[in-house]
């Protein structure tokens, strides 16, 4: 009875045992294919993180189970969520996905307006696929679709982009920004903090368009004006006008849009850029600082509320003022790349 109840409650499986020929034999599986289970590790007693290996989700461990009994010749594929390719809790799955020999594809999915499991199960997902041949990693752009384009979603064309190895997958549409979006030459925007400095307030969450701006959104309960939190940045005087125009414009949405998680915006994401703010020139200073302020006379007229709790909570939407971050975007891209007129294009097709 103890050994039945050990059996119910343990499940205990040991791979060389149940499939020798394989293991031993064959040195392991030809093809593993799957959707490994989505389990927290807080909500797992069995199974703990260590020095050596750690991740916060079971499909982790999942994936290290793989390149355990994969054949050295074989080939994988799963489908997971998407913070696979970013979040630092999956760092050291990351790792060991991408020391692996052959080629790879990543693929990238929303849950909105549409997602690739239906009912209650709504996530942003992740598609890889691991081969044994060749040595280049691809990667798609984050796909959003309508539920009547599923039959032909794997069917179409589609478009994956060679990417350099680096701390994340980036859901890239283009290969050569990247190379943008990395850039190293220049100041670091967290080096552009100062606890003296203005504040920039950001909203926590974006879709189509980020939310900074020089003022903080208004709430009202009412006509009582209501207090909601927000995130919030001080940054050096010498900057502050040139990130406000960067932060709401195409440019930075399409670096979002690569790195981010598609809803969450952190101050990780507002400060992970490099620029060469000094090394703009005194006529694109003077343009900049007539845009900027332009932009922040408009800014006002450009809130929307949106009922929570019974808060009217505004949000900036600063997609209306596109017209006028194009202008800067413009100027950034002088100082990025050799064909400024090129990655406007390519993000005007990413969007």
């Known amino acids: ?22 293991i031993h034999g064959n040195g392991g599986f030809d093809v593993i294919i799957g959707n490994p289970p989505y389990v927290s590790m807080a909500d797992i007693s069995y199974l703990k993180n260590s020095d050596v290996f750690r991740c916060s989700d079971l499909y982790g461990f999942v994936i290290k189970r793989v390149f355990e009994i994969l054949r050295r010749s074989g080939k994988h ?18 790792k060991l996905l991408l020391s692996h020999v052959g080629s790879q594809w990543y ?9 690739l499991f239906s009912g209650d199960v709504r996530v942003r997902n992740c598609i890889y696929i691991v081969s044994n041949t060749g040595e280049t990693k691809y990667t798609s ?3 959003r679709w309508f539920t009547e384009q599923r039959d032909n979603l794997f069917i179409s064309q589609y478009n994956y982009h060679e990417f350099a190895i680096e ?6 549409y283009d290969t050569k920004l990247q190379l943008i979006y990395e850039n190293k030459e220049g100041v670091p925007i ?10 920039l307030y950001y909203k926590s969450v974006g879709y189509n368009f980020l939310s900074i701006s020089s003022v903080r959104p208004p709430a009202f309960r009412g006509e009582k004006e209501e207090y909601v939190p927000i995130g919030e940045v001080k940054f050096k005087e010498d900057y502050y006008k040139y990130l406000q125009l960067l932060f709401c414009g195409k440019f930075y949405l399409s670096k979002w849009l690569t790195y981010g998680d598609d809803f969450h915006v952190t101050s990780d994401d507002v400060m992970s850029f490099v620029f060469p703010f000094d090394k703009i020139s005194t006529h694109d200073r003077s343009e900049l600082e007539k845009l900027y302020n332009l932009f922040t006379k408009k800014l006002p007229k450009t809130v929307q509320y949106k009922l929570n709790a019974g808060i009217n909570i505004g949000t900036f939407n600063t997609s209306l003022l596109w017209s006028i971050t194009d202008q800067s975007d413009m100027i950034f891209y002088k100082y ?10 390519l993000i005007e097709n990413h969007l």
């Open 141 to 143: 752009q984050l796909n």
């Open 77 to 94: 594929g799963f489908v997971v969520m998407h913070n696979l390719a970013f979040s630092r809790n999956f760092k050291d799955v990351r």
């Open 190 to 199: 967290g080096l552009c903090k100062d606890s003296q400095g203005r504040i």
């Open 107 to 115: 693929s990238f999915y929303s849950r909105i307006p549409s997602g």
């Open 336 to 345: 990025l790349c050799d064909d400024p007129e090129e990655v406007r294009e």
């Open 167 to 172: 701390d994340s997958i980036p859901m890239l």
């Open 1 to 22: 009875e103890k050994y039945n109840a050990f059996l119910a409650s343990h499940q205990p499986f040991h791979w060389l045992a149940e499939y020798y020929q394989i």
